[in-house]
């Protein structure tokens, strides 16, 4: 029997009634278990296999698309209910327009059905308080879908408890090369001091004047003579003498001006470039998982992963991939994040326990 009529057999089964009842009910005591152990707050999907689960199944790519989806609904809600805090999937790459006309067109008119679909259904965002942000570079993208993208943020852009992050046309050197401009133009720009109510020009100017007018003398005092003037008073009268001619007189500037200092790029850090990037003030991945088997990440949160990232890749289909392909995934995600949190506890101890001998 094919594929295709087993995949058929199996929606069947899992659409009847008592199936679904038994669905349901697994599905809460699963996620309700998960909730019990830690969980990542920021989980970040590749969702690769669309056209390979096309071609599969001998449909169409964009049914395949449209798909992944209807996966990525349910995937949403699972993450949501765990108590994950910022779920960003990669849904379009900058180098996705390399494909055929016909399939990029169906992308975006895709794209702007579910975000049309979003703003006037989005009961499940508004339960879970998710607001969605789109990342990339929208100059690629034509005004109706910018248009789309923008009645989605505003939708939903109240919500706190949790970010939808879609990126969608995107590419991590990108971001990372916007933000470096980023810096560099804000680090290149001056930043204004507190006003004066001199500029800097007229204090010179009067301590230079003060200097150069002579002191009144008393009516009782009598000029010294040569012989009484010490070396070292010649020394002491010749130190103070400026150096500027008499007739000097600096350019007065307007009162109250301010002047003008650039920031110091020493104090440049990495947390500079994660404040000038699309997901600035997230934290930063914590599990990166990537399905249809492929291993690379495709130039897909470069900065935003780090040496504590989990990365898995899934050999199913994106489209194929649910609550049942997930689970697995977080459990061992949950497993080595005790055994890391348990190991640092034990090495905690043992210095503790160092501490102590040498305290006695």
Request: hydrophobic share 35%; net charge negative; glycine share 4%.
């Amino acid at each position: 029997m094919s594929s295709m009529y087993l995949s058929a057999i199996r929606k069947w089964l899992s659409q009847s009634p008592p199936i679904e009842w038994a669905d349901m009910r697994l599905r809460d005591l699963t996620i309700g278990a998960l909730r019990q152990g830690p969980i990542p707050q920021h989980i970040a999907i590749v969702m690769d296999g669309n056209r390979r689960f096309a071609r599969s199944r001998q449909i169409e790519v964009v049914e395949g698309h449209n798909r992944g989806f209807e996966a990525l609904a349910q995937i949403i809600e699972v993450c949501y209910r765990c108590g994950v805090k910022v779920l960003t999937v990669y849904a379009f790459a900058v180098d996705n327009f390399k494909r055929t006309r016909y399939e990029v067109d169906s992308l975006m008119s895709l794209m702007k059905l579910k975000l049309t679909q979003l703003s006037e259904h989005g009961e499940l965002f508004q339960q879970y308080g998710t607001s969605v942000r789109i990342l990339g570079q929208r100059d690629l993208l034509g005004p109706d879908l910018i248009e789309a993208i923008d009645h989605a943020e505003n939708l939903t852009k109240d919500n706190e408890n949790a970010i939808l992050n879609i990126c969608f046309p995107y590419a991590s050197r990108n971001e990372i090369t916007k933000a470096v401009r980023d810096t560099v133009e804000d680090y290149s720009s001056p930043v204004p001091q507190r006003e004066w109510a001199f500029s800097q020009s007229e204090i010179e100017h009067k301590i230079r004047t003060r200097n150069l007018s002579p002191q009144p003398r008393k009516l009782n005092e009598t000029s010294p003579s040569p012989s009484n003037i010490s070396d070292t008073e010649d020394s002491t009268v010749e130190s103070v003498q400026p150096a500027t001619p008499p007739n000097y007189a600096p350019p007065a500037g307007p009162k109250g001006s301010s002047y003008l200092s650039y920031p110091d790029p020493e104090s440049i850090t990495d947390s500079t470039l994660d404040d000038r990037m699309y997901t600035a003030g997230m934290p930063p991945v914590d599990l990166l998982i990537r399905t249809s088997g492929v291993e690379r990440l495709s130039d897909f949160m470069l900065w935003q992963t780090h040496q504590e990232t989990e990365i898995k890749f899934v050999e199913c289909m994106w489209p194929e991939f649910d609550l049942w392909h997930f689970l697995p995934v977080l459990l061992e995600w949950q497993w080595k994040h005790r055994k890391a949190g348990s190991e640092e506890k034990l090495d905690r101890r043992r210095r503790d326990k160092k501490a102590s001998k040498k305290d006695q």
